[in-house]
């Protein structure tokens, strides 16, 4: 089974301060993994994702995230904050030859501070 | 930039009512889904669509439940019986293969009262 736990539901970073947005699987096969994010009153828009290949992957937006396989984990990280990145982001992953649902994480709300 | 869409944006319903949520996939994608998310809770998946039948479905799908692709555009969700759990935002989402990304629609917040 597939599950997701992003620690803190809430992050507060000053404007250019680094963004830490973490994120640990469980997968019983090798993950796909993504980060999608959701503006107010909108829908999720994908960020960027890991299937196979380079472990660290740069999405829209100057985000990037690493996965490791020794941890589990696919932490989302960006160098500066700015203040249009304030929103919901939601890390999934889904479980490729055995099903093509994915399994969102309950999401961290981005708060960044001018 | 192709993308999802979903009407309407916003449904306030009576319980026991029958709502139906519509979605307009990318044209060139094969799989559908349509996933829920409670206000404050996690997104979940609902349901899974390829080739006119259903690929997969979780707990939450039952029997008042129900999606068709009724032409060859649009993918819509069927709520028999409205309960006032099922008050969500419903995100429809396509992928041209199974595993690929999904692109997700801005979603279908429904209010049961």
């Known amino acids: 089974a597939q599950s997701v736990t992003q620690l803190g539901s809430h992050v507060s970073v000053s404007e250019g301060a680094l963004v830490l947005l973490r994120c640990n699987y469980s997968?019983?096969?090798?993950?796909?993994l993504f980060w999608y994010v959701q503006y107010p009153n909108q829908g999720l828009q994908l960020l960027l994702k890991?299937?196979?290949?380079?472990?660290l992957v740069k999405g829209i937006n100057g985000f990037e995230a690493e996965f490791k396989k020794s941890e589990t984990s696919f932490h989302l990280t960006k160098p500066s904050a700015h203040m249009s990145d304030a929103a919901e982001y939601f890390c999934?992953?889904?479980?490729?030859?055995?099903?093509?649902?994915?399994?969102f994480g309950t999401g961290t709300s981005l708060t960044v501070i001018p | 930039e192709p993308e999802v869409t979903q009407t309407p944006s916003h449904q306030v319903t009576q319980m026991g009512q029958e709502v139906i949520l519509r979605c307009v996939p990318i044209?060139?994608?094969?799989?559908f889904y349509w996933y829920r998310q409670i206000l404050g809770q996690k997104v979940e998946f609902l349901v899974s669509?390829?080739?006119?039948?259903?690929?997969?479905k979780s707990e939450i799908f039952d029997d008042q439940f129900s999606v068709e692709r009724p032409d060859g555009s649009n993918f819509t969700l069927k709520i028999r019986s409205t309960k006032l759990e099922d008050s969500a935002m419903y995100f429809c989402?396509?992928?041209?293969?199974?595993?690929?990304?999904?692109?997700f629609g801005p979603g279908t917040r429904l209010l049961v009262l």
């Open positions: 989402a396509s992928s041209q293969r199974r595993e690929e990304t999904q692109y």
């Open positions: 997968s019983s096969v090798p993950p796909y």
């Open positions: 890991y299937t196979t290949g380079a472990t």
């Open positions: 999934a992953v889904s479980a490729p030859n055995t099903g093509n649902q994915f399994y």
């Open positions: 044209s060139n994608h094969l799989y």
């Open positions: 669509f390829y080739n006119n039948e259903i690929s997969e």
